[in-house]
Structures are given as structure tokens and as C-alpha cells.
């Protein structure tokens, strides 16, 4: 079976988030943008994949259209080793991180629900998981501007609707106490990511304010993100260190660990170069005795995928589920927590394709293809 076609459409879902939509480059962002890769096989099967992007998208989905497409259309849809040794070699020069991972790992994604569906399985069976029971979420809080009014609100509304464990996005010692006083969090877990604000003598002097206040974990608190040395110059201060969004590959997590600069660490399937890289990082994760706590604050493929990874492959699993609350969604329910739980697919494959009318009332733009020439 040969890779027929690769299409790229985006998705614009209209959300509220318990506050004022955040800017970004200069524009709010009141749509929640899904990247979809649809790939297509000469034996007739339809896989589905998400690649990252946020507010940069168009330039992820220009990265697959121009360059990562034309590398894999008419290649063997099932050798995944061999495509991610020669597609990723090939676009290695544009850089290991950014846009053309993001993109390969969109293929890849949905690579892997066509070979799951190819052999009747779902994608937590063919990694050698159980029939899994509900998964444990995470309500992953976007940030309010150190608005402490909104901080215990969302942090209460969260609590009530089943959450147990509280991520905040606020750069304050007095936003995780408003959120610990909050209604219902006394027996919550806090986690604070501050996205890589800090320098490292800024991330300690923080770091001692917050020793104190229980966290659960303190994500990213040093900038640049690959600063292992300054990430571990935190240790000291007892608070579990997370990182890991932003890291390139098995060996950036390699170099992290080596560094002793975390405790928790977060890849991200549709950023790392696919599920295929995810798997490995998350064995070199059991040998030295990291827990992994996948990002995954997305409503596509790429959530699904960590669904079944994390059921398959993850001791302990917990998912971040953004707290948005979205006017729609074509992968609806499986996006959709209950109860702070999240149920996981059964169905072969990633075991949910989008409802097609929903991708239809909320394209933006038409799709763009690239399909295989036969010689």
C-alpha cells in the first residue's frame, strides 16, 4: 500500500474560557484552529492525523504542503521506520524542531490509524495495552493576566465539574493562592506553568516564594526551554520541575534527564515527530525513572492519539484537557472529559473520524492536496 494522497484542512471552533480571549501576534484568539492531515492510501483506507500549530499554522500547514507531502506521497504507507528515518533526515537542515516536524507528525498520526485500522485494532491494542478504563484529566487553565477574581472562578468551576488536578497558567505567587482558597480546591492538586518566563536567577528567587504552597508540579519556569542547567539549578527548592513541550526528539529528553533538570516529563505527539517518537521517549522515560505526563492540550487526532498511548504505554496516566468550552467539535464525545474522566476509543484505529458536517460548517479555507503521481 502506497501513500495516495495528503490533505491539509483547518478547522476555526469558536470557544469561551471563563474569561477574555487572549491576544496573540497582535489578534485575539477567539477561534480554537485544529490542523488536520487526512492521508489516503492506493487500498482505499482513510487515516486521520493532527499536526501543531496554534496561531501559526498557515506556516505548519505551508511546511507539509510544500515539502513534507511531496516527500512522502507514492512512499510505503506501513514502513514507518524507514519514513520517519528518511523524511525527518530530509528536512533536517530546516530545523529539528518547528514547523516541518510539526507537520510530519500529522502524517504520522495518521499513518498510525490507518495501520490500526488496516488490522482491526484500535491504537491501544496494537501497542500492546489492555481494554483501558476511563482516563484521569487535568483542567489546564489558560491565563487570565494574574486576574485573581478569574483565577478562583475558573478554578472552582473546574473543581465542581470533576477535576481533581488544577493547572494554572499565571506567573504570581498570589494567583496559586487564590486558586488554592478557591471554592472546592482544598483537596485539589495545583500545578503552575509559566511557559519559559523566568531567567534561571528569576525562576529561583520564584522558586523559593513557592516552596511552600504544595505544588504539584512548576512547569517550564526557566526561558530558553532547552536550559537543562538552569532548569536543575531549581532542584534545590523541592518543588517537582515538568518540562518538555518543547523539546526535539528522544535526545533533547535524553539531555534533560542527563541534566537532572526534571521529574515529570511532557512530550507532545503532534510537536515530537509523531507517535512513533513519543513511544521511544516514553521507554527511555521508564529507565531512568521520569514519570510522563503528556501535553496534549488539543481537540483533534493528536488528543485521541495520547488517549491511546497513554492507556496503552503510561503508568499513572493523567491528560490535559484545555479549559475551553467549545461551541463544536467533529471529534465530539471523545474530546469531551465527563466528570473529569475521559473515556477512550474502541474502534480500529485512532477509532474516530470527524463528523463531516461539522468540518464543513467550520472550514476555514479550502483543503489543499497533494497527490501521488503514478510513474
Not at 152 to 162: H, L, Q
Not at 303 to 311: D, N, P, S
Request: proline share 8%.
Amino acid at each position: 500500500m502506497q501513500i495516495a494522497a495528503i490533505e491539509t484542512s483547518v478547522v476555526a471552533l469558536p470557544y469561551s474560557m471563563g474569561g477574555p480571549h487572549p491576544l496573540f501576534a497582535g489578534q485575539a484568539w477567539d477561534r480554537m484552529e485544529i490542523l488536520l492531515v487526512k492521508v489516503e492510501t492506493t487500498d482505499g483506507f482513510v487515516g486521520w492525523g493532527e499536526a501543531f500549530g496554534h496561531a501559526a499554522i498557515p506556516t505548519t500547514k505551508a511546511a507539509i504542503d510544500s515539502i513534507v507531502a511531496p516527500l512522502m506521497v507514492g512512499r510505503d504507507a506501513g514502513d514507518l521506520a524507514t519514513l520517519t528515518r528518511q523524511v525527518l533526515h530530509g528536512v533536517h537542515l530546516l530545523g529539528r524542531n518547528g514547523s516541518f516536524v510539526y507537520g510530519f507528525s500529522g502524517v504520522e498520526i495518521a499513518l498510525w490509524d490507518i495501520i490500526g485500522k488496516r488490522a482491526g485494532m484500535p491504537l491501544w491494542r496494537l501497542l500492546g495495552g489492555g481494554a483501558p478504563a476511563s482516563l484521569p484529566a487535568y483542567a489546564s487553565l489558560l491565563r487570565y493576566g494574574n486576574d485573581l477574581d478569574l483565577v478562583a472562578r475558573n478554578t472552582a468551576d473546574a473543581c465542581a465539574a470533576g477535576y481533581r488536578h488544577i493547572k494554572l497558567h499565571e506567573v504570581t505567587l498570589e494567583a496559586v493562592r487564590a486558586a488554592r482558597q478557591a471554592p472546592g480546591a482544598a483537596d485539589a492538586a495545583i500545578m503552575l506553568d509559566v511557559n519559559c518566563v523566568w531567567t534561571p536567577p528569576e525562576a529561583r528567587a520564584m522558586a523559593t516564594a513557592l516552596a511552600g504552597e504544595g505544588l504539584h508540579w512548576l512547569e517550564e519556569p526557566v526561558w530558553p526551554p532547552e536550559d537543562g542547567a538552569g532548569l536543575a539549578s531549581l532542584r534545590p527548592h523541592g518543588i517537582p520541575l515538568s518540562a518538555g513541550e518543547n523539546t526535539a526528539g528522544l535526545f533533547g529528553f535524553k539531555a534533560l534527564i542527563e541534566a537532572g533538570a526534571i521529574d515529570i516529563a511532557q512530550p507532545s505527539v503532534t510537536k515530537l515527530g509523531g507517535i512513533g517518537e513519543m513511544i521511544r521517549v516514553i521507554r527511555l522515560c521508564e529507565e531512568r525513572g521520569i514519570r510522563v505526563v503528556p501535553h496534549s492540550p488539543y481537540f483533534g487526532p493528536g488528543f485521541i492519539a495520547t488517549l491511546h498511548i497513554a492507556a496503552a504505554l503510561i503508568e499513572d496516566p493523567m491528560i490535559e484537557v484545555l479549559w475551553a468550552h467549545m461551541e463544536a467539535n467533529p471529534f465530539d464525545p471523545w474530546v469531551r472529559p465527563q466528570h473529569g474522566r475521559l473515556a477512550v476509543p474502541t474502534a480500529p484505529g485512532l477509532g474516530c473520524d470527524p463528523d463531516p458536517a461539522i468540518l464543513a460548517r467550520y472550514a476555514k479555507g479550502p483543503p489543499t492536496r497533494t497527490e501521488w503521481r503514478r510513474p
